[in-house]
């Protein structure tokens, strides 16, 4: 079975402080290619380190940024590095990708802080880190609602959420 990977989007973990900002991202990971978009996922609870998302404009280099980046020392941090579970923009089911500790839930009410979605989480499992993303809000203040990213404390628990 060929195990290539079908999208250019990378995750990023175990960010060192010191890659505060999605400049800085961008400036680590453009030596390998050109970066389309970039997002840092910052811990604001100070419970372990950031992670981040960086799409490629190819496969190539997003496969070369992981082989360099993978392991590599940066700052204090060593890093995770290997191609996201999901590209950003993929919908496909026959993509779909083998189940992963990260969550993204959307519609959530647009005025959801951080607390309330790790409340909302906890009853499936510990919750290592989550964050809102947006409001949803748009349009006259109309909108589908909140989206964030919650990462679980294993596939099981984050499987649990989804059922629950």
Same mark, same amino acid.
């Given at each position: 079975?060929?195990?290539?990977?079908?999208?250019?989007?990378?995750?990023?973990?175990?960010?060192?402080?010191?890659? *505060?900002?999605?400049?800085?991202?961008?400036?680590?990971?453009?030596?390998?290619?050109?970066?389309?978009?970039?997002?840092?996922?910052?811990?604001?609870?100070?419970?372990?380190?950031?992670?981040?998302?960086?799409?490629?404009?190819?496969?190539?280099?997003?496969?070369?940024?992981?082989?360099?980046?993978?392991?590599?020392?940066?700052?204090?941090?060593?890093?995770?590095?290997?191609?996201?579970?999901?590209?950003?923009? *993929?919908?496909?089911?026959?993509?779909?990708?083998?189940?992963? *500790?990260?969550?993204?839930?959307?519609?959530?009410?647009?005025?959801?802080?951080?607390?309330?979605?790790?409340?909302?989480?906890?009853?499936?499992?510990?919750?290592?880190?989550?964050?809102?993303?947006?409001?949803?809000?748009?349009?006259?203040?109309?909108?589908?609602?909140?989206?964030?990213?919650?990462?679980?404390?294993?596939?099981?628990?984050?499987?649990?959420?989804?059922?629950?």
């Amino acid at each position: 079975m060929d195990q290539s990977p079908r999208h250019s989007n990378v995750y990023l973990a175990n960010l060192p402080p010191s890659i *505060d900002s999605e400049a800085g991202l961008r400036n680590l990971c453009s030596t390998y290619g050109t970066v389309e978009s970039c997002r840092i996922v910052r811990n604001t609870r100070g419970e372990g380190k950031s992670f981040a998302f960086c799409k490629f404009g190819t496969i190539a280099e997003a496969m070369a940024a992981i082989a360099a980046l993978n392991n590599a020392q940066v700052g204090s941090s060593v890093l995770e590095v290997k191609i996201a579970d999901a590209d950003a923009g *993929d919908r496909n089911p026959e993509l779909l990708a083998p189940p992963s *500790d990260n969550l993204y839930a959307k519609n959530l009410p647009n005025t959801i802080t951080e607390d309330e979605l790790r409340s909302l989480f906890s009853p499936c499992g510990s919750v290592i880190e989550c964050r809102v993303l947006h409001s949803g809000a748009g349009r006259g203040g109309e909108g589908a609602g909140a989206g964030a990213l919650i990462r679980m404390s294993s596939v099981s628990k984050a499987s649990q959420a989804i059922q629950h």
